[in-house]
């Protein structure tokens, strides 16, 4: 039973940023029915998107190895589906009916001293996120646990969001992992290296894995 679980579970794979910067200045509704908008996509600290499709590529592959099927918001450079924003990537995660939307960002700071790592979920709010509320909770916490465990991270725990458009209009559970801080000398070192984006991907595989045997 486990492995036909297993088999018939859809993870996708949400490499931030990459968004075209015409496209990505644009707006959108930060939820279904909002009068709020906010940029389809503000950019990202400076090389993250790059490195959150590199650490994406290898956790694709170790999820592949565990018998999981995976789809990819983007493969390359660019996010190129729809509208090219958030509400896009959330619904190409919703028609393929994933068991779990995970993001992959780093994080930046005008403070280069900050470090670690940290993983965020939705708000709970009706009519949005009321349907994934508790499993994205649940997932949260499986992979920031293991990823901290599979790195050595700064732990900087569980974030709660109400203002991400890619969680609002998600219809399935999702997270966002923040892997580490690209403005932060050393950590920026590292999460451009091949050793610790391979560290970072078996971290976020073992906590997708532990979530979807629990789920």
Partial sequence: MLAEAVAAALICLDPGHGTPPAVGRQREP????????????????????EVALQIAERTRR????RGYRVAMTRTGPT???????NVARAQYCNRRKAALMLRIHADGSTDSSRRGASTLYP?????WTDDVYGPSLQAARSIQRSLV???????????R????????????????????????PAEGLLLRSAAYQQRVARGLAAGVAAFAVSY
């Fill in 30 to 49: 930060t939820g279904p029915g909002s009068r709020v908008y906010k940029e389809k996509d503000g950019g990202g600290a400076a090389g993250e998107a």
């Fill in 62 to 65: 170790l999820l592949l190895q």
């Fill in 79 to 85: 996010f190129r589906y729809g509208s090219g924003g």
């Fill in 123 to 127: 708000a709970l709010h009706r009519g």
């Fill in 149 to 159: 465990a599979w790195t050595g991270a700064r732990d900087l725990g569980l974030v």
């Fill in 161 to 184: 969001r109400s203002d991400l458009t890619g969680f609002n209009w998600a219809n399935v559970p999702v997270v966002l992992v923040e892997t580490g801080f690209m403005t932060n």
